[in-house]
Structures are given as structure tokens and as C-alpha cells.
T-cell receptor
Framework: EPEVTQTPSHQVTQMGQEVILRCVPI?????FYWYRQILGQKVEFLVS????????KSEIFDDQFSVERPDGSNFTLKIRSTKLEDSAMYFC?????????????FGPGTRLTVT | AQKVTQAQTEISVVEKEDVTLDCVYE???????LFWYKQPPSGELVFLIR??????QNEISGRYSWNFQKSTSSFNFTITASQVVDSAVYFC?????????????FGKGITLSVRP
């Protein structure tokens, strides 16, 4: 069964450094998302992406964040200058967007630790 | 604005007990989608079920069943004869229909512990 994959599974970085989190969505999906989950808390929406542009972003997704689909398979989240409070699990998700089938399938997550 | 409330934070049961996880939602939309996701200790988010707002049929899948009640804005999840492998955090989520790329709004999750 197709699945969303994410790399790396764990990333440790120093405050102020840039990180790129990578995702390979399910191949026939058209809609892509990033969410984050601070330890022990709920899952929060960051951004949605369709047709090579951002469809919606949350207030968390400020200028330090960017997303890109550099080729036909990868979907990346870049955090330009990491802060301690960026430490969280970051989930990529994808969906078909089909009417009546709006579920999103999540990758295993990347745990980002900022020291 | 959309909101999902999972009032229960932690539930502990003994194996083979039935357990119901509650979910109450708020939305101004007349068409919307509800979901349950499971997050086992390994951390991934596993899609369990979607319910469209215009389909109020309850659903059963093996030991899992879902009760969608529009009148009370609830979408509750029951596990029958719970097993240790059911131990996980369960999230209820809501999606608005404004576009095919609409985001999911999650509740805070319910931590279910099933003891042998």
C-alpha cells in the first residue's frame, strides 16, 4: 500500500541553523500539507500546498518557514533560522482532494530537536 | 471558526473492556468531514475513518464502531473488547469544505491505555 515517507526521522540542530525536512507524498495525490506536534500536544496545521503554490498557511507559518516541491516527488519544509520553540514532530501529509474523500495520509514524522 | 473538543484526556481500561472516546465539534459549515486518527507509541498518525456530514450512518469495522450524531455535534468512537495493541493517543479531526486542500483541525487527543 502506498505511503508517505519522511526523512530524516530525527534531526538535531543548533539554534539559528537552517533545516530542511523532506517528504515524499503518495504518488497520485495532489494536495500536500505540513503539520507539527509539540511534544504531548495536539497536531497543528502549518501549511497546505497545491499546484505548486501555497493554498493556506497558519499564523505559525511565518517568514522563517518555506515549502517547495522541487521535483515531481519531493515536498520540503525549510526552517530558515531555527529557534528552541521549533522543537517538535513535523508531519507531512498528502491527499487526493477528491470530493467525499478528504482524508489526509500522514508520514511517520521528523522529530526536530533544536539545541 | 472550527473547533474539536476531546474532553477526556486519559482513559485506562483493562483488556476486553469496551471503551468509548468522545468527540464534540463546532463548525458553521453545513458540509464538513470528520476523522479519527490513531497515534501509537511509535508516533505515526494512522487514519482510521472519515465521516461526511451528510452521511449519518454509523459504521462498524471489526471491533471499532463510530457514532455520528449531527444533532449533538458529536462523533464518538467505541472500541469493543479492547486489546493492549489499542493503547495509543486517538485524535478526532474536522475538515471544512472550502476547498479540496482544506486543513484538518485536531482535538487535543485522548490517551488510551489498555492494561493486560
Amino acid at each position: 500500500e502506498p505511503e508517505v515517507t519522511q526523512t530524516p526521522s530525527h534531526q538535531v540542530t543548533q539554534m539559528g541553523q537552517e533545516v530542511i525536512l523532506r517528504c515524499v507524498p503518495i504518488s497520485n495525490h495532489l494536495y500536500f500539507y505540513w503539520y507539527r506536534q509539540i511534544l504531548g500536544q495536539k497536531v497543528e496545521f502549518l501549511v497546505s500546498f497545491y499546484n505548486n503554490e501555497i493554498s493556506e498557511k497558519s499564523e505559525i507559518f511565518d517568514d522563517q518557514f518555506s515549502v517547495e516541491r522541487p521535483d515531481g516527488s519531493n515536498f520540503t519544509l525549510k526552517i530558515r533560522s531555527t529557534k528552541l520553540e521549533d522543537s517538535a514532530m513535523y508531519f507531512c501529509a498528502s491527499g487526493t482532494g477528491e470530493m467525499y474523500k478528504r482524508e489526509q495520509y500522514f508520514g511517520p514524522g521528523t522529530r526536530l530537536t533544536v539545541t | 471558526a472550527q473547533k474539536v473538543t476531546q474532553a477526556q484526556t486519559e482513559i485506562s481500561v483493562v483488556e476486553k473492556e469496551d471503551v468509548t472516546l468522545d468527540c464534540v465539534y463546532e463548525t458553521r459549515d453545513t458540509t464538513y468531514y470528520l476523522f479519527w486518527y490513531k497515534q501509537p507509541p511509535s508516533g505515526e498518525l494512522v487514519f482510521l475513518i472519515r465521516r461526511n456530514s451528510f452521511d449519518e450512518q454509523n459504521e462498524i469495522s471489526g471491533r471499532y464502531s463510530w457514532n455520528f450524531q449531527k444533532s449533538t455535534s458529536s462523533f464518538n468512537f467505541t472500541i469493543t473488547a479492547s486489546q493492549v495493541v489499542d493503547s495509543a493517543v486517538y485524535f478526532c479531526a474536522l475538515s471544512d469544505p472550502t476547498g479540496a486542500n482544506s486543513k484538518l483541525t485536531f482535538g487535543k487527543g485522548i490517551t488510551l491505555s489498555v492494561r493486560p
